[in-house]
Structure formats: structure tokens, C-alpha cells
């Protein structure tokens, strides 16, 4: 089983990124897949869920910023990410998770610095 993101890097505050989750080895389409970003020195948190129905959820903190997709044929979760702001600035990471076992990617590095 393998969860990849990608798309982070140096942004400039307001600007745009999208991240990709890109899976293998997994059912994708049963299991409801989650963006969560950790800052230095603070804990892990959840950003946005979207579940196998594609409902979503966002942390009030992205509400009306990032936008959380999938794509089943493509196996890829995605965040749009809009307006970002420095405190945005993490390693954002995607799980994916069921009533069973549930998986780990290994992150992406998003900075908003000017």
C-alpha cells in the first residue's frame, strides 16, 4: 500500500498550490480520504475529509479556502488549496481510512513565505 502526495513548495501568501494523493494498493473508492498538516512544533491536525459518497468536511480554519476532491478513477485525492496565508505553512499529509486498517502518507512541504 502506498499513499504519495505531492504538488507543496514556496508559495507567496495569497497565492495557490494543489496537492495530489495519489494511491495504490487499496480499494480507493470504499475508503474516505483525509488531508491533515502539521506545523513545526505543534500538533498534527485534521484540514478536510471527503468520504466514499464525496462528502466533505473542512477545519474552520480552510473553510472557504481549500477545496477537497477525489478522483476514483485516478485513485487521487486532491486539495486545492487558495489564499493561502503563513500560517498555512506545514507538512500536509493524506490518510486514508476505512473501518479496518488505515494508511499513512509521507507528506508534502507546503511554505507561505514572501
Known amino acids: 500500500v502506498q499513499l504519495v502526495e505531492s504538488g507543496g513548495g514556496l508559495v507567496q501568501p495569497g497565492g495557490s498550490l494543489r496537492l495530489s494523493c495519489a494511491a495504490s494498493?487499496?480499494?480507493?473508492?470504499?475508503?474516505?480520504m483525509e488531508w491533515y498538516r502539521q506545523a513545526p512544533g505543534k500538533q498534527r491536525e485534521l484540514v478536510a475529509s471527503?468520504?466514499?459518497?464525496?462528502?466533505?468536511n473542512y477545519a474552520e480554519s480552510v473553510n472557504g479556502r481549500f477545496t477537497i476532491s477525489r478522483d476514483n478513477a485516478k485513485r487521487t485525492a486532491y486539495l486545492q488549496m487558495n489564499s493561502l496565508r503563513p500560517d498555512d505553512t506545514a507538512v500536509y499529509y493524506c490518510?486514508?481510512?476505512?473501518?479496518?486498517?488505515?494508511?499513512w502518507g509521507t507528506g508534502t512541504l507546503v511554505t507561505v513565505s514572501s
Open positions: 490518510y486514508a481510512k476505512t473501518g479496518g486498517v488505515d494508511y
Open positions: 494498493g487499496i480499494t480507493f473508492s470504499i475508503y474516505t
Open positions: 471527503i468520504s466514499a459518497y464525496s462528502t466533505t
